[in-house]
């Protein structure tokens, strides 16, 4: 039986459309949005194969390096120095950014390309081809976390938001962003806002709400989120780490 991806619901309701062949389901309990049936680890592998090819994240750097610099001071609250880690920082313009205020900047990514790309594009900056749930077991904690249109790219966040949080120390701040399926400039009709091209499976598995993601950080033990304005449909949010665990 499928579940909801941030509350653990059950009670999921089949969407009535496809995007790309793939099916979803609607969680009436949180909001969320999740492809359904997830795609198999090896059709993701080979999705991904190609990914760095398509030039998406090649294009605008300056302009993004610019954008990612305007975040993290706000995030931040205009302080510029300690140490900065990017989350899935795919060819490392927040990484740049982050270096250019004054911080100990690093950036760390799953995809060995993507490293290799911002090595070459951003030489002054530290970059390593690991995941979170590795570089959590490294016992290292960072003073801001950037985890930018990450988390709708995952099947599951059992792992990742758990190692999220081990390189979080009290006064870490942590900014997320992701898509929000209920931007006022969205339509409400599901065969309608699945044309939107954030709806893009097997790029994007999630597909979030503010409700949505609170039930998912909730859940998993971050303290209480602080939503930032956007005249995007882009989900904004700076948490603290929270509550231990009881693992912790």
Known sequence: MSHCIACEATDLVTLPALKNGH???????CDLIQVDPMPSDEALATFYENYHKTGQYQSKIQSKVRRARRRIRLANGFRSRGSFLDVGCNVGFAVEAARQLGFAATGIDVDGVAIQQAKAQFPEAAFAPLSIEALADERQQFDFIYCSEVIEHLPSLETFLPALRRVMHARTTLLITTPDTRHRSLSRDFH???EWDSFRPPEHLLYFSKQSLNALLNRHGFGEPRYSFSTKPTLKVIVK???????E
């Open 23 to 29: 099916a979803f389901k609607h969680c009436p309990r």
């Open 241 to 247: 780490k929270g509550r231990p665990s009881s693992s």
């Open 192 to 194: 309608k806002l699945v």
